[in-house]
C-alpha cells in the first residue's frame, strides 16, 4: 500500500487530511511545472514588466490577504535590494483601511497580487481601489485558479497580466500548501533580477529529498502533545515564520497556540510565552551572521529548560538539506516543507479532519462575511 508523509493513503482519506497530505507532498513536482510555465511566459513577461523595475519612480506593491500577504512579506527585501524601483509588502487587509498612505495618484505603480482562489473580497476591491485612484495603474496578478474572478476581470486588460501557477497548486484543503509555495517562487522568478530558472529545479531536487529524509522524525515530532508553538526566522524567514505559526493554527483549529518572531526580537517580551508544553522551532537564515545571533538564542533557551523542546530547521540544522548559499528568500519554500506536515500531524493527533479544521464554518477557505465600503464614503 501506498504511504505517503508517514500514512497510507486509506488511512489520509478515512481521517479527512489526502488533499492536504498530497498537496504538501507534490510541491517538488509543481516548482518543476512551474519552471516550464515561466520559461513559456518568459518573452511576455518582459514584455510587461518593460523597465518598470528599474525606475526609481515606480511603485510596486505586493498584495495579498493572509498568507498570500506574507508570500509578498518573505520576497518583498530580496527585490528590493536588487531594483531602484521601490518595492512594498502591503497586505489588502491594509490597503483598504488606510489606503491614503501608501498611493499616490501620480506614481506610476505596479500592484502584484498573490491569490490561491483570486476570489477573495480583498483581492478584488485593492485591485479596483488603485483603478479609481491610481489612473493608469498596472496589474500583475500571480494566481492558481484561472476561473476565480481576479484572473477573469483581467483577462481582456491591457493593463493586467495573469500568470497562471500550474494545475494542481489550487489547493483542495483548507491551508495554503502549494499554492503558496508555488506563488513565492514565481515572484521570485518573475521580479528577481537575473535569475536562473534552473534553481527551481534545484530546489525540487532538494524537496524531494527533504521530504524523503525528514518525513519519519517530523511525523515522530507531531505525533507529541503540544499546547504551544514558537516559530523564530530572521530577515525574510521571520514571514516565514509567520506563515509557519498560521499553519498550525489553522490545522488545529486553534487549539495550538503558535506565534512568531526573529531570533533577537523574541528577547524582548515574546520569550515569555514559552512553557514546558512549548515547542520552539528556529528556522535558520543561509546568512552566516544571522545564524550567529540564532545560535545565541538557541543555547539560551536549552540553558533555560523551560521550552518542551527546541528544534533547528535550515542551514546546519536538525532538519537540514545541502542547500546552495541563496538568499534565505529563495530556500524558505523548502524549509516550509517541514512546517506544513507538522501541523498536518498535529491535526491528525487533535483527530480533526485536516482538511478541512472547521467543519462548522467559522472559518473558511475562502473568507465570507466582508463588507467592502466606498474609498470615498467616509
Avoid at 154 to 173: I, K, Q, V
Wanted: proline letters at 4%; one cysteine or more.
Amino acid at each position: 500500500m501506498t504511504t505517503l508523509l508517514q500514512r497510507d493513503i486509506q488511512t489520509w482519506r478515512d481521517i479527512g487530511g489526502l488533499h492536504t497530505a498530497e498537496e504538501i507532498a507534490h510541491q517538488p513536482a509543481i516548482w518543476r511545472a512551474l519552471a516550464g510555465i515561466l520559461r513559456n511566459e518568459q518573452a511576455a513577461l518582459a514584455a510587461f514588466l518593460g523597465d518598470a523595475l528599474s525606475n526609481p519612480q515606480q511603485r510596486v506593491i505586493l498584495t495579498g490577504a493572509g498568507s498570500s500577504a506574507y508570500v509578498g512579506e518573505i520576497v518583498v527585501d530580496t527585490l528590493n535590494a536588487a531594483w531602484p524601483a521601490q518595492i512594498r509588502a502591503i497586505a489588502t487587509t491594509t490597503l483598504l483601511t488606510h489606503h491614503e498612505l501608501y498611493l499616490e495618484a501620480d506614481a506610476p505603480t505596479l500592484l502584484v497580487s498573490f491569490a490561491r482562489s483570486g476570489d477573495s473580497p480583498e483581492s478584488l476591491a485593492a485591485v479596483e481601489l488603485l483603478r479609481q485612484v491610481v489612473p493608469g495603474a498596472r496589474f500583475l496578478n500571480i494566481t492558481c485558479n484561472a476561473d476565480g474572478k481576479l484572473a477573469r476581470q483581467g483577462a481582456n486588460d491591457s493593463n493586467t497580466y495573469n500568470l497562471l501557477m500550474p494545475e494542481g497548486s489550487c489547493d483542495r484543503g483548507f491551508a495554503m500548501t502549494s499554492s503558496f509555495s508555488s506563488m513565492l517562487l514565481a515572484a521570485l522568478s518573475v521580479l528577481g533580477k537575473d535569475t536562473d530558472l534552473h534553481r527551481l529545479e534545484t530546489l525540487a531536487q532538494l524537496g524531494d529529498l527533504a521530504l524523503r529524509d525528514w518525513s519519519a522524525r517530523v511525523a515522530q515530532l507531531g505525533s507529541t502533545p503540544v499546547q504551544r508553538v514558537v516559530y523564530l526566522g530572521s530577515g525574510p524567514l521571520e514571514a516565514l515564520a509567520k506563515e509557519a505559526a498560521l499553519k498550525i493554527l489553522e490545522l488545529t483549529g486553534g487549539r495550538v497556540m503558535a506565534m512568531a518572531n526573529t531570533a533577537l526580537g523574541f528577547r524582548h517580551g515574546p520569550k515569555s510565552a514559552v512553557t514546558t508544553e512549548s515547542l520552539v522551532i528556529l528556522l535558520r537564515s543561509s546568512k552566516p551572521l544571522a545564524r550567529q545571533y540564532e545560535d545565541d538564542l538557541l543555547k539560551e533557551l536549552q540553558r533555560d529548560s523551560v521550552a518542551q523542546a527546541c528544534l533547528t530547521v535550515g542551514i546546519g540544522g536538525d532538519l537540514s538539506a545541502d542547500a546552495p548559499a541563496w538568499p534565505d528568500a529563495w530556500l524558505a519554500p523548502l524549509w516550509l516543507l517541514m512546517a506544513q506536515q507538522y501541523a498536518l500531524h498535529q491535526s491528525a493527533l487533535l483527530q480533526l479532519r485536516p482538511d478541512n479544521p472547521f467543519a462548522g464554518g467559522i472559518v473558511n477557505r475562502v473568507v465570507q462575511g466582508v463588507t467592502i465600503y466606498g474609498h470615498d464614503q467616509f
